[in-house]
Each structure stands twice: as C-alpha cells, then as structure tokens.
C-alpha cells in the first residue's frame, strides 16, 4: 500500500511497566525500523489469574508515557487464560489490524528455535501424543509432560544430545513459552505476521527480589517491593512513568480471597457444579469445594487447592473464571467465531493520529473507541458484544475490589474516557 507507515504489534500486560518494557518497544522500532508501536494490552486481570496491580486506566497511561503509539484492551476470557489463547486472541488480532510484525521477549531464544518447537506442537506426532499421554499419567503437570514429549519427538527426529539440551533449556522459561505460543497461532490461523524476538535483559521472568547491580527487574519483583512500602524499585522504571506508579494505589492479589469464597458459596447454593467453568476439572471441583477456606492469604489459599499435577497458574485462573462466570461454554463459542471479533482502543498518542487513521482503513474488524457506542457497532455480532461486556463486568468487579481495599471509588468503565497525552 502506498504511504503506510510501517507498524509493529506488541502483546503484554505492563503489570507493572519497567525499564524491560521501554527497551524492548525501542528496540523493536529499531529492529522493525517501525514508525509506530501498538501495544494490546491486558485488561483489568491477569494470566497469572490474578486482578493487575493498577488499573487499566493507568496502566495504558504508563504504556504511552514509556513509548507506545496506541493501547488496546485485551478482554478478561483471553487476558487470564493460557498462554496459547492468550497469543493466539494477540495474532488474530493484529491480523485483523493489519500489522505485519510482532515482537516478544525471550530469555535468549531465537524466533527460529521457537518457530522449530511452534511446529511440532501443531503437528503432535504419534511419538508426541504417546509419551505426553503417559507422563500426564505418571503424575507430570503438563508443562512437564509437554516438554518430555518434546524431548521426546527430538530424539527421534535424530536432533543430538547438546541440541536436545538446548531446547530443553528453551523450555524453562515462561517467556519462551508464551513466544512459541505465538509462533503456534501464527501456524494455526496462517498468519503472515513477521516475528522479531528481543532477548530479555537483566533479571529473569521469576526473580522476586531486585537486582543491585544493573537496571532491569522483573515485574515480579517490582510488585512485591510495591506491595513491601518499598521505594528502591525507583531504578528500574522509566523516569517518565515513576511519579504515576508512585501515585497510583495498588492493588493486592490477596484482596480476592473472600470474593471467591461467597462466589464459591453461592454458586453451592444454587447447586450449579464448579465444573462448568473454564478451567475447571471435576477434581479441581472437588479440591475447591474441600479445602477452599484453608490459607491465610491467597498463596496459601491457592497452594492448599492444587493437585499435584497442576501448576500454582492453572489454579488461579481456573479460580478467577469462577469468580468472573467465565464457562467452558463461553470460551467455546468465542473460539468458535472470528476469535478477535473487535478492537477496542483504551488509549493513543496526539502525535499518532496518522497511525489511528491507518489503522481504521486497513482494519476488517470494527474499532470501538467510545464504550457508549459499542451495542450499535456490534449490534450485528452477538458473540462480540457478549465478549466486550465480560470485559465491562470484569471492570465493574475490579472497582468493587478496589472499594474493598481503599474505600475510594475508580472511575465507572463508562465514564472513562480514552488516555490521550
């Protein structure tokens, strides 16, 4: 197309934003040589299945101030869900926007070695299914059982010991995880969408504790010095952003145990089965129902509940769709229709509006910028508007959450308008 300014697309949940997060959208306009960077962003929850730390008023400010062009809102049931439809709802959606590149982090993987894993997990061999199948039955949780079937599939593809350990080494970090992720989506749904993957730099995706000597700490770390009434994660945010957090009250995970525990209780009462929402076995049913007022924080509260062979994130997003009523059903019919069937725009900079415009021609989905209008834009799309209003009641209980914890009011979600600097 004739005078298109040159975009690259970044998925992430700036829970909180951070030296990283400035660098990578540096260094992924330099590497794309892009005059823009849209960044679609997690909304009020997390794929930890946690609430994010700030709102996403605040959070989408801090994007823009760090160097983001645009914001838009990844929506609650794609937000705190795995890290395969967490990527695979970002690809569609970039598609469907138009922009050709995506970038991620990783901890030192190249976007070839992801594109090598991405490709044997769409095809799941024989050799594949049979030792995932019999890992998952020894007890493995699957992360584990994925990666031996991996390993698995490798050796047999004649793959030698020193590349074996390489991939296995790739497949320790959540980081490399999610950017296979993408690399699957981008098989799955035949995107033409260009990777470019930015090492990580500094401390590692679960370092809680911050570093003494270099400038990046993982956003783990970040939030626990928050949570602590610490300011020496001063350092590692971006000058531009620091008075923001430091002004903004943060939100605490912990905050949703009792939440959970009516919800839980009144859905007993109603006798409607724990096991009709997303991610949630019959065994995790049972194990919820048993043990759910055991722990005095939501650690704790999580540690008591999880099998064995469940991972500490799987629990606590299987517990926030609870929460949040999100079913198997609904992820069902969401997946089974145009799986990004809008885009909605929570946030863009004054000097970008060229990018706004481009956006707009090239999209093949409808752009909402004002919540108002959202039920005649969609009114064609059920599926898509039921999708945007789970985002809206997600938004409702994150200000009622809020209100818990300060006793102050966040703006409703209707009245606030888009952040423009």
Known sequence: ??????????????????????????????????????????????????????????????????????????????????????????????????????????????????????????????????????????????????????????????????????????????????????????????????????????????DTSLPKFQDFASASAIRNSIFQHHNDYSPFVPHSVLSLLKEAKPLPRDILCDPIFYRILMLQYDDTPLSHFFDVSHELSRRIINYIRQGSNYEEFITNIKPKQYTFSRVSRALLHIFLGITKKDMLEYKEGKLAPYARLIGFKKESSDLLTQLKKNSSIPIISKLADANHILSTSPTALKLLFCEVHAAHLYRALYYSCYSEELPNIYQQPLVII
Do not use: W
Not at 39 to 54: C, D, K, N, W, Y
Not at 70 to 95: H, K, Q, R, T, W
Not at 124 to 150: D, I, M, V
Not at 176 to 187: D, F, R, T, V
């Open 1 to 206: 197309m004739e005078n298109q300014k040159k975009v690259i697309g970044i998925i992430a949940e700036y829970n909180p934003f951070h030296n990283g997060h400035a660098y990578q959208i540096q260094r992924a306009k330099e590497m794309a040589d892009a005059d823009f960077v849209v960044v679609l962003m997690s909304g009020h929850f997390t794929q930890r299945g946690e609430p994010a730390i700030f709102n996403s008023h605040t959070r989408t400010k801090m994007a823009l101030l760090g160097g983001a062009d645009a914001v838009f809102e990844m929506p609650a049931p794609f937000s705190c869900a795995s890290a395969e439809d967490f990527a695979s709802y970002g690809i569609n959606l970039f598609g469907s926007l138009g922009i050709p590149y995506i970038s991620f982090g990783t901890e030192g993987a190249s976007a070839k070695e992801l594109l090598y894993l991405a490709s044997l997990l769409k095809n799941e061999s024989p050799t594949y299914q049979l030792h995932l199948k019999e890992l998952l039955l020894l007890g493995s949780s699957f992360p584990q059982a994925r990666e031996g079937a991996l390993l698995a599939q490798m050796k047999e593809d004649g793959l030698s010991s020193d590349e074996r350990f390489r991939y296995k080494e790739i497949l320790q970090s959540p980081n490399n995880i999610l950017g296979i992720e993408y690399m699957k989506a981008k098989l799955n749904y035949r995107s033409p969408i260009l990777p470019i993957a930015i090492p990580r730099m500094g401390s590692s995706y679960h």
